[in-house]
């Protein structure tokens, strides 16, 4: 539930992991991957939002229609993005 | 008097009832958020993916010195954000609103900094129709990209602003002591807007500094 007291080492974690995925998408930007650069330096950011999601918006601790509510926002801007682009991609 | 008032309002049957209500609105409000960041993340995408050239170019333009420890500076708010919302469920009155002071003042030191960027970005020309100098090729498109860095960061930086405005009055609020325990529920709703705003971030660092490699 919502009102789950989550322990300030759990807290503590996730902003060591933050601060070091934000270290590792800095210092990759500085290498050249090609292609890849976008695409880890996209993942990267999905797993920060991810954390962030998860234990400090405490999604895990909550109710399944409260995931509902949150996943419907950005299932509606994959479709948005992903239809929009499929098209402009595939034009000739 | 002699029947004790329930914390909770009248139409709803408990308290948990009403916190699960008061967070649920919040998400719904932030699922609208995503589709109004969306609309401008979809225009970048599709110039990105048109001039990729112009965007790689123009992305180099910024500084990874500002936009780097400003996210740092995003994540701790977020972490003291979290903070804030621990010690309000324990019902630690001093505690609650000095990491929500600590967290308003993260988010003004992000302004600050952002300040300093847009200063650099007008000395050095950047800015779409009143100062604007591009010597490399295809100038039209790297001004585009410098209207979606503008309308990007103005809006996450609005709403930045809006929270600590927000976290102001709430800290206020925890300091007369009208975040007990019971109502810590006031401190989760900022924060989930609070975490929000910092995801909106973690996106637009990437997509805006990060183009290509360096």
Known sequence: MSNTVVPTKTYLAIFVALMALLAITVGVAYVD???????????????????????????????????????????????????????????? | MLEQTPAHAHQFETLEQQREA?????????ATEVLFFGGLIMCYTFARFSYPQAFEAA?????????????????????????????AQLGGRKATTALLAVTALFGAGFL?????EYHTDYVEELVPRFRFHWEGP????????FWLYFVLTGLHALHVTIGIVILTIVAILSWRGKITAEKYV????????????????????????LIGHR
């Open chain 2, 112 to 116: 600050v900094v952002k300040g300093f």
């Open chain 1, 33 to 92: 991957l090609g292609g890849l650069n976008l695409a880890v330096a996209m993942g990267i950011a999905i797993a920060k939002a991810a954390l962030i999601v998860s234990f400090f918006m405490h999604l895990r601790y909550g109710r399944k229609l409260t995931w509902v509510f949150a996943g419907a926002g950005f299932f509606w801007l994959a479709i948005m993005l992903v239809l929009t682009m499929g098209d402009y991609a595939t034009r000739s």
């Open chain 2, 59 to 87: 992305s180099h333009r910024l500084y990874v010195a500002y936009g780097g420890p400003n996210t740092a500076i995003l994540l701790c708010s977020s972490f003291t954000m979290a903070l804030a919302v621990r010690a």
């Open chain 2, 138 to 145: 295809d100038a039209a498109h790297a001004e585009l990209f």
């Open chain 2, 186 to 209: 006031t401190t989760e709703i900022v924060g989930l807007y609070w975490h929000f705003v910092d995801i909106v971030w973690v996106f637009l660092f990437p997509l805006l500094y």
């Open chain 2, 22 to 30: 008061d967070t649920l609105g919040m998400w719904t409000f932030l």
